[in-house]
C-alpha cells in the first residue's frame, strides 16, 4: 500500500455566492500546485463555477451531501451523479449537521454512500460523539457503530475518507486534547484494518474535523493516523485554509 497523501479538505457549508470566488483565485495563485491534495466542498450551486476557476490547477471539490438515489422525485435534493456531473470528485456523508438537522441515521448515510461510489465519488464519511456520550465515556462505541453503519462493504482505499468530527468541536473554537485525537483515529484505523484487511484498511485517509485553525494545525497533524483535516470555519478564507495547507506540507 502506498504512502497516505495528505489531504486538507474545506467544507463551506451553506455559505457563499459567486463573490467567494475570488477565494478560490487566491487559493489557486498561492496553493495550487501543493504536494498534498487540496478539496473544497462549496454549496452545489459553486460546484460548477468554482471548477471552471480552478481550471487545470491541482485543487478538487466535493459535494456536501448527496440523495442515495440517482434520479426522481425528490424535491430539493442532489444526486452523485449530479454533483460528479457539475464538477465534484468527492463528497461528504453523515456530516453531523446533517445527522442533526435532517435526521440523517448511519443506514441513510450508508445508502447515499453507495450511491456516490456507483457516481465514481470518493466519500468523506463523517463520525462523531457528542459531548453527553464523551462524558460518559461512550466514545469509541459510537465511533465504532458509526462506522460499522455508515460505511458500505465496497468502499476502497481510494474512495473512502473517514472524518472523526467531535461534535462538541465543530464550530466551537474548543478541540479535544492531542491524546484524545490520537486515541479515536487510531481506534478507527484499527476498526477499518478489522473489517476491510490491511490493504484497504491502512490506504484510507482519517481526517481530524473540529475547530482546526492555522495556529493549532500543526501539532494535530503531528497526531498519529491523522492524515489531514476537514475544515469549516478556517476554509472560507483563502488566508486561514492556506496556513492549514502549509502546516500539512
Ligand atoms: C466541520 O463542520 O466539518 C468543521 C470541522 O467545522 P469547523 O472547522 O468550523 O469547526
Redesign the pocket.
Known sequence: MGMRVKLAAG?W?MNGTRAALAEIDTLVAAHGDAAIEILICPPATLLAPMAERIGTAKIALGGQTCHPQASGAHTGDISAEMLADAGATHV?LG???RRADHGESDDTVRAQARAALAAGLTCII?VGETEAQRDAANTLDIISGQLAGSIPDLSTGESLIV?Y?PVW????GRTPTLDQIGEVHDYIRAELERRFGAGVGRSVRLLY?????PGNAAEIFAVSNVDG???????LKASDFGGIIDALQ
Not at 209 to 213: A, L, Q, Y
Open positions: 467544507n457549508k461528504i456530516h453531523s449537521e463523517c472524518a468530527e468541536a465543530i464550530g466551537t474535523g473540529g475547530s482546526v485553525k483535516a476537514l475544515v469549516g470555519g478556517a476554509s
